[in-house]
């Protein structure tokens, strides 16, 4: 079974503060993505990171897949409040379409 | 374009009751997904469908049955609901390709008492 593991579970700080999310896991993935969640909604696709080191850029969010394709991050440079809410990443294996593996996500709040 | 859209949005069901929720995509996307999400245990995949006509189980499909006989519907049952299915469920559909890149619908909030 592969699992992916999201670190820190909560996060809360200051608007203008810089933050950084991990997504870890011991198996290789063909393919990692970035969601977003707000409460009472679904999960909204943000990046998708394909190539081992790759890094992409979203605005004031940088994206980067780590060279074994095993882990991911994802920073946020000069928080707002609007940032707020639940970061899942997710893999995919090679193989054929049968789901995503989900981490578990992080709670991000950012105060004003 | 509305996307992903799932119905009903909330529901109650007594224990041992019956339902079918039911989500319909309209971007021609081949796959479809339904996932369950509980606090602290994140997304998990309950069955999956790679075409009409075409179902398979996922991580936790225990209870749930699926059919795809049309593309672009895809529909969840519970024979027989339990507590222990309380939770908020999603369905999501994709294309073909290496990114498996999954668009999901807004979510059906499920209690049972």
């Known amino acids: 079974t592969q699992l992916l593991e999201q670190s820190p579970q909560f996060l809360s700080i200051q608007e203008g503060e810089n933050l950084t999310v991990y997504c870890n896991s011991s198996s290789v993935f063909s393919s990692l993505q970035w969601y977003r969640q707000e409460p009472g909604e679904g999960p909204v696709l943000l990046v998708t990171?394909?190539?081992?080191?790759e890094v992409k850029k979203l605005k004031r969010l940088t994206f980067q897949f780590g060279d074994a394709r095993k882990d991911s991050s994802l920073h946020i440079t000069a928080a707002q409040p609007g940032d707020t809410g639940l970061y899942l990443c997710?893999?995919?294996?090679?193989?054929?379409?049968?789901?995503?593996?989900f981490g578990k996500g992080t709670h991000l709040i950012i105060q004003p | 374009n509305a996307g992903v859209t799932q119905t009903p949005k909330f529901r109650v069901l007594k224990t041992g009751q019956s339902m079918t929720l039911l989500c319909a995509q309209d971007m021609n996307h081949e796959y479809m997904y339904w996932y369950r999400q509980d606090p602290g245990m994140g997304l998990r995949l309950i069955h999956y469908s790679v075409g009409e006509g075409t179902t398979a189980k996922g991580e936790v499909p225990d209870g749930y049955n699926v059919s795809r006989l049309k593309k672009q519907n895809f529909l969840l049952g519970l024979e027989s609901a339990a507590p222990s299915q309380t939770s908020v469920y999603f369905c999501?559909?994709?294309?073909?390709?290496?990114?498996?890149?999954?668009?999901f619908g807004p979510g059906t909030r499920l209690t049972v008492t």
């Open positions: 990171v394909v190539t081992g080191g």
């Open positions: 999501a559909s994709d294309t073909p390709s290496p990114n498996y890149e999954q668009y």
């Open positions: 997710a893999g995919a294996s090679g193989g054929g379409a049968d789901g995503l593996t």
